[in-house]
């Protein structure tokens, strides 16, 4: 037999947990299943200095306070992973299945690594993955920004209005990014372009303190740097539902930010296809997307 919920909510993120408080709220019984840890990436920002009147939490207490709120309001919480979803509403997990009358898919992304040494270990101290939430801590300083795209470009761009130097790192010799970008870039007396080049490693013990680049001559440079940005793109986790739902790019399709193709299943976060992920829109989105639920459950 099936266990049944109102609202079946697939990740324990800011977009998901927000959907869950919006729903319980509303007097719905509620299950959010969560593959890892609760309040995803943005546990691993050590200060949110862009949240509206929450200036210095960390990620970790916002997703501490966001769990609490709703673990407080009877919320369902089950740790399993998800392994897909049927025509019925169903959700399978490595454990049970689950049944809901409408279900949220809050799965987030994860950013793409460079998987070298002390990567993992430096997250928080001195290597991040988001040059606007992060990028305050190092005005002043000397900083790297590693990748090729629009994000890498942009991320240059808005280091070097804040930081002493801003090294820019691509392994190509032309950037995917808007040429106009690279143009900008170029007229800034601050950032230095290292071309046709990787980063082999991130060293450092307690806190970032340089990276050795390796380019396609096999020749090393190590630089000196307070903080490392790597923006080589991020990966969402959705192959699982590409049975049942539309994606475009491995992300979800939504037409209003809110409906997928299929009937009583919503999106919310950031991964849906978007134009801006922060978490200002992953929470709007989560409120967004149980409120619609709960309007179409109703009707």
């Known amino acids: 037999m099936f266990n049944m919920y109102d609202i079946i909510i697939v990740g324990a993120g800011p977009a998901g947990m ?8 509303a007097n719905k019984n509620v299950l959010v299943l969560e593959a890892k840890v609760y309040g995803g990436q943005i546990i691993n920002t050590p200060v949110i200095d862009n949240y509206p009147a929450a200036p ?19 919320c369902t919480i089950k740790f399993e992973t998800v392994i897909g979803i049927e025509e019925d509403l169903s959700v399978v997990t490595n454990k049970e299945t689950y049944k809901g009358k409408s279900i949220i898919i809050a799965t987030g992304v994860e950013n793409r690594k460079l998987n070298v040494e002390n990567e993992e270990k430096l997250i928080g101290k001195g290597v991040s993955y988001c040059a606007t939430c992060d990028g305050h801590f190092y005005k002043g300083k000397v900083v790297a ?8 470009l942009e991320d240059a761009l ?5 930081c002493n130097d801003v090294y820019l790192i691509h392994r190509r010799d032309e950037f995917r990014g808007e040429e106009k970008y690279v143009d900008e870039l170029k007229l800034k007396d601050n950032v230095h372009f290292i071309l046709n080049s990787t980063i082999k490693s991130i060293n450092g013990t307690d806190k970032l303190e340089s990276i ?9 440079e190590t630089i000196n740097i307070d903080g490392l940005f790597i923006a080589i793109g991020q990966t969402p986790n959705n192959e699982i539902f590409g049975n049942l739902i539309e994606l475009e790019n491995g992300y979800i399709k939504s037409n209003d930010g809110v409906h997928t193709n299929k009937d009583k299943i919503y999106v919310a976060g950031d991964t849906r296809v978007k134009d801006l992920r922060q978490l200002t829109t992953a929470v709007s989105d989560g409120s967004i997307a149980a409120t619609v639920a709960i309007k179409e459950m109703e009707d």
């Open 56 to 74: 210095g939490i960390s990620g970790f207490d916002f997703a501490n306070n966001l769990y609490k709120q709703i673990t407080d309001l009877g």
């Open 145 to 152: 920004v590693n990748g090729g795209g629009n994000t890498a």
């Open 158 to 162: 808005y280091l070097s209005n804040l």
């Open 212 to 220: 050795t680049v390796i380019d396609k001559g096999n020749k090393e």
């Open 18 to 25: 927000t959907a869950a408080l919006y729903a319980l709220r």
